[in-house]
């Protein structure tokens, strides 16, 4: 496969292309802005490949995605660039529109420029394969419910909603023009590479500084946990298996409270980062849990049935939420290299390098 991958030096494309290139023969172009949450740092490992390829490029720029296409002859993209964090969202919606709407819009366009010149068995075999949330089915009630494909749509936030758009300009790009698309929605990412803003670096890296570790409400919220390189696995499998037309849930099987997953966090750096008996009185890191203010229109539970895609493509998970916690917590306590760089802000240095 020759695969665009876009949005690649974000935390779940970084993963894509690190297996992609390390698991897989496939040639890979990774076409990114290179916003705050871009860090070609997570691509460090794989940047020296003659197969990997970055492209500085801007989904909303047309003629860019054009020379790209034409540059790397792909035979399938798999779109990973968004705006993705809710409460950026919340705070000013405007780059969420642009970019997770206009911008899925002006992709589709260049995607079926250049495929509707592509030869009939080429263009039979191409995949535009869309990456997409749990968060746009809203949320859900009671105890037992799930989030099936079938599911009609309820986002809440503005991202949610922008990226339930671009669901539907895909879905309409393959029946009134017949593009080969594939969607996937999935629920809440973590692992390895992920940018401190999200709730389990954020937990991680504070509690290390000592640092207030603040939890929405009373912390009561329900997610289910996916580990990011079970989620580049299983998109490589629809991305090469999956039938043209489908939509794939993705889920972890860990459906766990905000305060939980806090909690196990402060467990697993209190066995293996104790705390000094000197330190401010302070015996275990869930002293530092501090509940704040909720956030307007917060999702209450979100919980995924990935049973299509484990009967239909044979995908399951191999971390469990207390495996994957433990790599995450280790690899942060290993990486601070990584992690220091993204809160000095100094990975935003040098990344002018493009192949275009
Ligand atoms: P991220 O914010 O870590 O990375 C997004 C990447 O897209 C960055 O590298 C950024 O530079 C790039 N980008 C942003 N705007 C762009 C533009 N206009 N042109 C080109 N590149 C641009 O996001 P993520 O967590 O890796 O999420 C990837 C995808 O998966 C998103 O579509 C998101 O909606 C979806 N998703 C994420 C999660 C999660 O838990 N993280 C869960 C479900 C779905």
Not at 122 to 129: E, L, S, V
Not at 327 to 349: E, S
Request: charge should be negative; proline fraction near 4%.
């Amino acid at each position: 496969m020759r695969v665009i991958v876009t949005g690649g030096a974000g935390f779940i494309g970084s993963a894509v292309i690190r297996h992609l290139i390390e698991n897989t023969t496939s040639e890979v172009a990774n076409l990114d802005k290179l916003t705050y949450a871009g860090n070609l740092e997570s691509l460090a490992s794989v940047e020296t490949s003659p197969r990997y390829h970055f492209y500085q490029i801007d989904i909303c720029d047309a003629q860019a995605l054009d020379d790209a296409f034409c540059a790397f002859q792909p035979t399938a993209v798999m779109h990973l660039a968004a705006e993705s964090h809710v409460d950026r969202s919340i705070d000013g919606p405007s780059d969420f529109i642009q970019t997770n709407i206009v911008g899925t819009y002006n992709l589709l366009e260049a995607t079926r420029r250049y495929w509707n010149e592509l030869p009939s068995d080429a263009k039979i075999n191409f995949r535009f394969h869309h990456i997409s949330t749990d968060e746009v089915y809203g949320d859900l009630d009671g105890t037992t419910e799930l989030f099936t494909e079938t599911t009609p749509y309820s986002p809440s936030s503005p991202y949610s909603a922008s990226k339930a758009s671009s669901d539907h300009l895909v879905r309409a790009w393959q029946r009134t023009y017949g593009l080969p698309v594939l969607l996937t929605n999935c629920s809440n990412n973590y692992g390895p590479y992920h940018f401190p803003e999200k709730l389990v670096p954020h937990v991680i890296l504070n509690a290390l500084a000592g640092k207030p570790l603040p939890v929405y409400g009373d912390g009561s919220q329900i997610r289910d946990w996916l580990y990011v390189e079970d989620h580049a696995r299983a998109l490589f499998e629809v991305a090469c298996k999956g039938i043209v037309g489908e939509t794939y849930n993705i889920g972890g099987h860990n459906e766990k409270r905000n305060l939980e997953v806090v909690e196990s966090i402060c467990d697993l750096l209190d066995e293996l980062v104790p705390l000094a008996l000197s330190n401010e009185g302070i015996r275990t890191y869930k002293e530092l849990i501090t509940f704040v203010k909720d956030r307007p229109g917060h999702d209450r539970r979100y919980a995924i049935d990935a049973s299509k895609i484990e009967r239909t493509l044979g995908w399951v998970p191999q971390e469990t939420f207390e495996t994957g916690l433990r790599k995450t917590v280790q690899w942060y306590l290993d990486n601070d290299q990584w992690w220091q760089r993204v809160l000095t802000g100094d990975y935003r240095l040098g990344r002018l390098g493009t192949d275009v």
